[in-house]
């Protein structure tokens, strides 16, 4: 059974970092054919690609936070981590990790993480 | 990259079939025949129903369908059952720029 569990902080303040880790379980993280996405959800509102990274540390970010944002891999952890520095209200929102097949599609999502920027 | 354009909610009773739109634009929808939906419970993570326009992961039930059309994707849920009631997402690839947008979302609510 594949697992992910979204994990950090619920609550970080204004201009600091948000930090967030995905632990994968039930499948190799290092598997070649996938790659390991962030995706957001403000509330009320849709779901916003963050960016991904591939086993090997290869990543693709979203343009509008590329500036912001680093994604890693831990491949012995079986971990994958999202950081967004200097955020701001508008960084509020359900994080969610998923595993991404090529351009294809999002075949298994973690329950997601609140994160509340807040001071 | 906009996101693409869903109802917000569309309802039907139990057994009766009801279709979601998504529409988007040349860019995405209309580009590539990458349209995935999902399936998603509050509080629960979200589940592929569908991906590559009308293709069912293993394990989904044949009562969710797909199509495209121009620069809009439906999908197509008959024989609605309680468990359907749910919000659902469209997804496009859409280029190299912003690879990936989603749908607005549809809350489906059986009556």
């Known amino acids: 059974q594949v697992l992910l569990q979204e994990s950090g902080p619920g609550l970080v303040k204004p201009s600091q970092t948000l930090s967030l880790t995905c632990t994968v379980s039930g499948v190799s993280i290092s598997s070649g054919d996938y790659y390991w996405s962030w995706i957001r959800q403000h509330p009320e509102k849709g779901l916003e690609w963050i960016g991904y990274?591939?086993?090997?540390?290869?990543?693709y970010y979203n343009p509008s936070l590329k500036s912001r944002l680093t994604i890693s891999v831990d491949t012995f952890k079986s971990q994958i981590s999202l950081k967004l520095s200097s955020v701001t209200a508008a960084d509020t929102a359900m994080y969610y990790c998923?595993?991404?097949?090529?351009?294809?599609?999002?075949?298994?999502w973690g329950q997601g993480a609140l994160v509340t920027v807040s001071s | 990259q906009s996101a693409l354009t869903q109802p917000a909610s569309v309802s039907g009773s139990p057994g009766q079939s009801i279709t979601i739109s998504c529409t988007g634009t040349?860019?995405?929808?209309?580009?590539?025949?990458?349209v995935s939906w999902y399936q998603h419970h509050p509080g629960k993570a979200p589940k592929l129903v569908l991906y590559?326009?009308?293709e069912r992961p293993s394990g989904v039930s044949n009562r969710f369908s797909g199509s495209n059309s121009g620069n809009t994707a439906s999908l197509t849920i008959s024989g609605l059952q309680a468990d359907d009631e749910a919000y659902y997402y469209c997804c496009s690839y859409a280029g190299s720029n912003t690879p990936w947008v989603f749908g607005t979302g549809t809350r489906v609510t059986v009556l």
């Open positions: 998923a595993r991404q097949y090529s351009t294809s599609y999002f075949d298994y």
């Open positions: 590559e326009g009308s």
């Open positions: 990274i591939y086993y090997s540390g290869t990543t």
């Open positions: 040349s860019s995405d929808v209309g580009s590539y025949n990458l």
